[in-house]
């Protein structure tokens, strides 16, 4: 019988590889792949050999059940990412870098849904209790009925986790977790697949909703979050620039809720705060109308929010020339650039360019392209664009325009805002309110002349 073999799975990406290579084919990344040990260890026979199973019991979909009661923790911008509260037995996997915020943004959560009455624990394997009280005093949650714990045995965890059976249990972070069944070091691949396994199916099994904090590393011997995404309910990821004060938790995939729902906060001396209202906060630094900005109207999950792409274009000096992305789909500026430059006979060669979104956000909705190619325009013609309009739109290759959803909903917050005109795709469905002009544009070269006078 042969051996169950191992594979070789890259700690960045989470790619999995049968050989071990010094680069990761997926992501690029150097020196990220590391032995993974499979999953079920024991006998691994080819085949199932002669001997039946038993036949399992098939249902139909009708059911007299009623959806699952929710648990709400009361911070609104949380709630609404999980898709309107947490579902009993879920499992939930918090990525982001270290350093971002995931331990503060979940002792503020673990404290909210304490307070609301629902059994939390936290178990911190990175932190002494000590640490995490001293934390907790910062942020003037001292007096939340929330019991700690620091401890990174896997099975000490959950013995404790299966004595209690809180309503929800938050583990900081899954790389800190030990299972003395894996002979692996903490923190590898085999090692946090295992721990992640192991937790998943508590939930699954008793109903407590289990939150997991995975570091994104770009070291090679920790495995990443990327790694256990598959397993889980709902993977989330806490983004941010350094430097920014903002924070955006983001669902990037969610079985219970819509995925790319996002919330926004905002790092203070005294912890997180919701941003109830994220267009204000994302145009807020805006000033005078200048050339190479254009406001973007967005929708980030359920949710409208307006952005100020940012563009700058000059001179280079570079044989094949700078294209600085922050923010944006690189590969959709690329497209962008080649679509002006083909259709509308704009070159951009021998020019460096700039592309940045405001505040720290991320845009990775085709709708951009309409304003990402205003901000390029504006930029390189040296023209503002007037401060009161909102730009949304899909570029097809062609040059033409071509319409997305939820116009309606892109309008109602630009008038919200007090922007009042608009540009979007001739075919675009929405009638817009009394404060706001809309404008609509069948292709990118009429846009192109309309707006800067050539084409
Ligand atoms: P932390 O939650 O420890 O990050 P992670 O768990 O993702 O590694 O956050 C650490 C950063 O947050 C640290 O740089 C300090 C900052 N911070 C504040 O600005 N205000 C606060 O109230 C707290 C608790 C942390
Ligand atoms: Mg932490």
Known sequence: MAKPSSSFACSQCGAVHPKWAGRCDACGGWNTLIEAA?????AGARTLGGARGKQITLSTLTTEETAPVRAIS???????????????????????????????????????????????????????????????????????????????????????????????????????LWADMVEAAPGSVSQVRAACHELVSFAKRTGTSVILVGHVTKDGQIAG??????MVDTVLYFEGERGHQFRILRAVKSRFGPADEIGVFEMTGAGLAE????????????????????VFAGIE????????????????????????????????????????????SIPFAGLDVFLNVAGGMKVSEPAA?????????????????PADLVLFGEISLSGALRPVGQSENRLKEAQKLGFSQAIAPERTKAEPGEGIKLRKVPDLVTFVGEMFGAG
């Open 38 to 42: 499979p999953l079920t260890s024991g």
């Open 74 to 176: 009361g911070m609104v911008e949380f709630d609404r990412v999980l898709g309107g509260g947490l579902v009993p037995g879920s499992a939930i996997l918090l990525g982001g870098d270290p350093g971002i915020g995931k331990s503060t943004l979940l002792l503020q959560v673990a404290a909210r849904f304490a307070r609301a009455g629902h059994e939390s624990l936290y178990i911190s394997g990175e932190e002494a209790p000590a640490q995490v009280r001293m934390r907790a005093l910062r942020l003037g949650l001292t007096d939340a009925p929330l019991r700690l714990g620091a401890e990174t045995s896997l099975r000490d965890i959950l013995t404790t986790l299966d004595a209690e059976r809180p309503a929800l249990a938050i583990i900081d972070s899954i790389q800190t």
């Open 225 to 230: 979050p990327r790694v256990v995404e598959h």
């Open 275 to 294: 941003v109830p209202n994220p267009s204000a906060l994302f145009l807020s630094e805006r000033g005078q109308a200048a050339p190479g900005s254009a």
């Open 301 to 344: 999950g359920s949710r409208p929010v307006l952005t100020e792409i940012q563009a700058l274009v000059a001179p280079s000096t570079l044989a094949s020339p700078r294209r600085t992305v922050v923010g944006l789909d690189s590969g959709r500026v690329s497209t962008i650039l080649a679509v002006l430059e083909s259709r509308c």
């Open 369 to 385: 392209d309409l304003a990402l190619a205003a901000a390029l325009l504006s930029a390189r013609e040296d023209i503002a664009l």
